[in-house]
């Protein structure tokens, strides 16, 4: 099927660790996205990519690392995971960086992260 | 600086009446405006749009209203339904610039 798949659904990892999110798109969109929901902050951009092997930074990207080898993967790494990025983590596609000319970003279901 | 808000954390509204969820906006160069709904455990999909030559658009039974000059957008929800209760997230973008996201309005419509 068509779409963005981000994987694990759930995901409990403890202060320190290592944890990668997955994400994997269908479209052959060009622009690939992370965000980040959390209550009274809506949803802010971690890190985004234009093409593959171009990343740069959002608003909140201390902590994480993307990387896009392939068009259709964008995994979003924490190197050392702190209580702070407990989070539910989006991944979106799209045609366009912002959204304009019937190119909407589509979301993915979200990754639920809690760190202890 | 929270360039896009929403104001009002939630919204309840009986079903059949309308349902209106505001926006605000600070940066006046923004000229593209978006609404997304999102169910829980799902992620946010596209809801509709409008650009800012444009003050009203409408699908079905959703209409986004722009009024530039008070930097204010609305979603006009006619008539609600109980399939409506979801978060609503309006956002903004200039051309060539990143979307940014309001903090959501979570609307419920009671049978």
């Known amino acids: 099927d068509a779409g963005i798949t981000q994987s694990p659904r759930y995901k409990i990892t403890e202060t320190g660790r290592q944890v990668t999110l997955m994400c994997h798109q269908t479209w052959s969109h060009s622009y690939m996205f992370w965000y980040r929901q959390d209550l009274g902050h809506g949803l802010r951009l971690i890190y985004y990519s234009a093409a593959a092997d171009i990343t740069d930074k959002g608003e909140v990207p201390d902590g994480y690392v993307v990387s896009r080898s392939k068009t259709e993967n964008f995994p979003l790494t924490l190197e050392s995971a702190t209580r702070s990025q407990t989070s539910v983590y989006f991944c979106?596609?799209?045609?366009?960086?912002?959204?304009?000319?019937?190119?909407?970003?589509?979301f993915g279901n979200g990754t639920r992260l809690t760190v202890t | 600086d929270q360039q896009v808000k929403q104001n009002s954390p939630s919204l309840s509204v009986q079903e059949g009446r309308i349902s209106i969820l505001n926006c605000d906006y600070t940066?006046?160069?923004?000229?593209?405006f978006l609404w997304y709904k999102k169910y829980p455990a799902e992620g946010p999909t596209f809801l509709i749009s409008i650009s800012s030559i444009k003050d009203k658009n409408e699908d079905g039974r959703f209409t986004v209203f722009l009024n530039k000059s008070a930097k204010h957008l609305s979603l006009h929800i006619v008539p609600s339904q109980p399939g409506d209760s979801a978060v609503y997230f309006c956002?903004?973008?200039?051309?060539?610039?990143?979307?940014?996201f309001g903090q959501g309005t979570e609307l419920s419509v009671k049978p």
């Open positions: 979106a596609s799209s045609e366009s960086f912002s959204g304009h000319r019937n190119s909407p970003l589509h």
């Open positions: 956002a903004a973008s200039q051309e060539g610039g990143k979307l940014i």
């Open positions: 940066n006046s160069m923004f000229d593209y």
